[in-house]
């Protein structure tokens, strides 16, 4: 795969050094935020022996229209990003770092990066997050999607009336999930907009010990 814009910009880290660490944290910002933002969202959950890796992309974005215009439309961003987020994983890897203890989470753009990489990366992972957010593309068909996650822990968190994430397209990606053999929790917030709470971050919580435990 070629270079593209994400590529050799700065991953940030912090928690647990990656030397040290038994786990590890993949965190993916959304449009217009940063790698360090939601760095700040992963150490509200960190547990000791967890690294935090956070990708960030060129001028905090992506890839350029909404998750769900034609894919060509948000290349090449969208691929540099699926790379960005795999160089990440690797980076844990070579640490030492068993992807079954490598949990991705992503929030808005950042979640939709993130499950599409797990979709179209299948194997056991420590787990997925997504967080407002779906899988990328005009049209999902959930049974389009091959491969087994192996029970990965899949939590996809949104609003009812998220003004970017259609409740469809939720529901579209937790059946996808379900196909692949995740575990999925889906959870779906009365009137919240587009934002985390406290229930989201409790359930990563529970996820981010389950690393470690």
Known sequence: MTDGPHQGQELVTAGTPLSEAEAAMILVHGRGATARSIVGMGQEVH???????????????????????????NEPGRTSGLRAV?????????????????????????????????????????GLVALSGGLIGEAVDPTSYEGDIERTPVFVGCSDVDPHIP???????????????????????????HGVNEDELDAVADLVAGLVG
Do not use: H
Not at 167 to 188: C, P
């Open 167 to 193: 409740l469809e397209r939720v529901e579209a990606t937790a059946e996808a999930f379900e196909l692949l053999n995740g575990d999925v929790d889906k959870r779906i917030y009365e009137g919240m907009g």
């Open 86 to 126: 795999g160089d990440a994983v690797e980076r844990a890897a070579e640490a030492g770092i068993d992807r079954e203890r490598v949990l991705l989470l992503g929030f808005s753009q950042g979640a939709c990066l993130a499950s599409e990489f797990v979709a179209r990366t299948p194997r056991r992972y420590g």
């Open 47 to 73: 547990r000791d022996g967890v690294a935090l890796l956070a990708p960030q992309a060129a001028r905090n974005t992506w890839y350029p229209n909404s998750f769900l215009a034609p894919v060509e439309q």
